[in-house]
């Protein structure tokens, strides 16, 4: 951020935030910038806040601090005898946002949640190739193959069809990629033939409004008062003011700029917890920092390659200095929290010169790689640089050189998507709905291949547990499988693991209501300022 954008995003800030009395006015510090507007499109929590967590809701909701699926736009759903059958019965009298650049005239009905879902599924689609459409999250996990056909049966209800059983499908319809847009909104765009607006000025039916968007700066929202969960949102106006850096994240807190901040510097926390007027709220991440090596690559097609190299690093120092001991060592793709971790898995030992030896067995010398530091903050990652140069310094000790590459955070994203990527990308996930198919199935199945699954990995014995352990009924069946995976991961080693986190969300003492959610999201729908 240049000095002429912090100060006027400070100000900015210090403008609104001295109205918050008065206007019930929450000031946001978030770490970056959204991709856009649209959920579907992203996968980043970034975008989540900004537009999924604050302008939209869905069929069924997580509740604010858990990972418990609730009634959101349906009021109830029945699941058919043989499990392929999903009706959802809509909430009547459910309002629309009334903006500048939209005012509805109807209620939400089955006509919006066909619409929202289509656009994601039919190549013909007039929205589906506007602004890219990616839509990362519906093909890693296999809708396009899972979804037969969606019905309405009549305004209020719509019957989602699939291929086969899923047991996962409710809680992936509390996921942001799942929001539900407003199909006459989206006739008015079309109509003017700017579909793409859909992922820059953005319409739900959540707790909040868009308002303006001012690139890198500033992000404002106010109160949707035709809310349906009466009595919220209790803020008046929300607004983000976009502070890539915690140091000044941290600054603009203890001045009263922001209320609440994501993402602290680890070295800050404790001072942090002695400062009059700020609380600190913590909880254990639901998280994985990990590095995708790009298997369909040499040399690092080869799984002993990537094992050497995971053998080289030293995770505990990272864990000590990049993390300040807030975090503990991950030898699973998934969280120990997780349901269906499996702690007999063995961890690659830290063992340079064994690991040198391996990469000479296999005919790997004087090997060069491309090392991918993200550019951002990330609660499994707060300092991708600092741990990019440590895996760097052990990486030269059994004769690898590893260049640090960077890029704008966007950029970062839609470039380490792309199959043919050099080197191995720093990147990590917090879980976005509970279930462990989040995390094997979104980052490492087949079907995530050029786009959620960085590593390009797909392997059959794999898959083949992954796909199967979501058609069976029971947590207990599906837990199995998903040990059984967890073995064949680490035997293939698509990433190194690295790092488990834990939370921290530094606040203002005036800030009441407000709930670390475990699935990473920073929700305001339930939070006031009582001064």
């Not at 063995?346 to 040198?356: H, R, T, V, W």
Request: overall charge negative.
């Amino acid at each position: 951020m240049t000095l002429h954008t912090f100060l006027t995003t400070s100000a900015l800030a210090l403008s609104m935030a001295s109205a918050a009395a008065a206007q019930q006015t929450l000031v946001y510090c978030s770490e970056g910038s959204p991709e856009g507007f649209d959920p579907a499109l992203y996968t980043s929590g970034t975008t989540f806040d900004a537009a999924g967590q604050a302008v939209y809701a869905r069929l069924v909701e997580f509740k604010t601090g858990t990972t418990e699926v609730v009634p959101g736009l349906a009021e109830s759903y029945d699941i058919s005898e043989d499990g392929k059958t999903y009706t959802f019965h809509l909430r009547p009298g459910t309002k629309f946002q009334t903006t500048d650049f939209f005012t509805p005239t109807r209620d939400l009905n089955a006509d919006d949640v066909i619409f929202s879902f289509m656009r994601q599924l039919d190549p013909e689609n007039p929205f589906h190739n506007a602004s890219g459409g990616t839509f990362e999250y519906f093909n890693a996990m296999s809708m396009p193959e899972l979804i037969e056909n969606i019905e309405k049966v009549d305004d209020l209800t719509v019957a989602f069809h699939l291929t086969r059983p899923e047991a996962p499908f409710i809680a992936n319809m509390a996921m942001d990629f799942a929001s539900i847009m407003s199909k006459e909104y989206a006739d008015q765009l079309l109509e003017a033939g700017r579909p793409d607006m859909l992922n820059q000025q953005p319409l739900g039916a959540g707790p909040f409004a868009f308002v303006a968007y001012q690139k890198d700066a500033v992000i404002r929202y106010r109160k949707h008062e035709g809310f349906y969960r009466e009595g919220l949102p209790k803020l008046d106006n929300l607004i983000f003011a976009i502070t890539p850096d915690a140091s000044v994240r941290y600054q603009k807190l203890k001045a009263g700029e922001c209320h609440v901040m994501p993402f602290p510097n680890p070295a800050d926390i404790e001072e942090m917890k002695s400062e009059d007027g700020i609380v600190v709220e913590e909880q254990e991440g639901l998280n994985v920092g990990y590095m995708a090596y790009n298997t369909q690559q040499p040399p690092f097609d080869n799984p002993k390659v990537r094992k050497a190299l995971n053998m080289a690093m030293d995770k505990q120092a990272i864990i000590d200095v990049v993390f300040q001991g807030a975090g503990e060592i991950a030898k699973n793709p998934i969280p120990p929290t997780m349901w269906s971790y499996n702690d007999a898995v063995e961890d690659d030992p830290y063992d340079p010169e064994a690991a040198k030896a391996m990469l000479e067995a296999e005919g790997v010398t004087d090997l060069s790689m491309k090392l991918w530091a993200m550019p951002v903050q990330r609660p499994y990652n707060p300092n991708a640089r600092r741990m990019a140069e440590m895996m760097q310094a052990d990486f030269e000790k059994v004769g690898v050189n590893a260049e640090i590459v960077s890029y704008e955070w966007g950029e970062y994203l839609d470039r380490s998507k792309e199959v043919d990527r050099d080197g191995a990308v720093l990147l990590g996930w917090t879980g976005d709905n509970g279930d462990p198919d989040n995390f094997l199935a979104t980052l490492l199945s087949c079907d995530g291949v050029g786009g959620a699954n960085r590593s390009q990995w797909c392997y059959e014995p794999f898959e083949e547990l992954i796909q199967k352990a979501k058609t069976l009924p029971t947590q207990a069946e599906r837990a199995k499988l998903y040990e059984e995976a967890q073995v064949i991961f680490k035997e293939q080693a698509p990433w190194a693991t690295i790092a488990h986190s834990k939370v921290f969300m530094p606040m203002r003492e005036e800030v009441k209501g407000y709930k670390v959610h475990p699935l990473g999201l920073h929700i305001f729908t339930e939070v006031s300022l009582d001064k």
